[in-house]
């Protein structure tokens, strides 16, 4: 069964900075574009940031700059580094898999981690 499990969410003042990890298991990491979005209450789920089994990246505007998504295939994990961070960023955090290549499920998941940005 595929798990991706977030980490490193919690509280931060505005103009502080977090780094959230997600580790996948149980899938071939390299056949999968990896990404993170976030979703504040009573709005939908957003997309953040995004990146290709080949490293390409994009972007939401409103985290463009600030912002960085990378990814290590050897710890089958992936990083959102959050900079400059504003009080609009609360949300919960979810990394998601999309396998675009070779076979395992096709999506899947994590449970999410908080982010809070207050002061």
């Known amino acids: 069964q595929v798990q991706l499990v977030e980490s490193g969410g919690g509280s931060v003042q505005p103009g502080g900075s977090l780094r959230l990890s997600c580790l996948a298991s149980?899938?071939?990491?390299?056949?999968?574009?990896m990404g993170w979005y976030r979703q504040a209450p009573g709005k939908q789920r957003e997309l953040v940031a995004r990146?290709?089994?080949?490293?390409?990246?994009n972007y939401a505007d409103a985290v463009l700059g600030r912002f960085t998504i990378s990814r290590d295939n050897a710890k089958n994990s992936v990083y959102l580094q959050m900079n400059s961070l504003k009080p609009v960023d609360t949300a919960i955090y979810y990394c998601?898999?999309?396998?675009?290549?070779?076979?395992?499920?096709?999506?899947?998941w994590g449970q999410g981690t908080q982010v809070t940005v207050s002061s």
């Open positions: 990146i290709s089994a080949g490293s390409n990246t």
């Open positions: 149980e899938i071939i990491f390299i056949f999968y574009d």
């Open positions: 998601n898999a999309v396998r675009r290549s070779g076979f395992g499920p096709r999506e899947a």
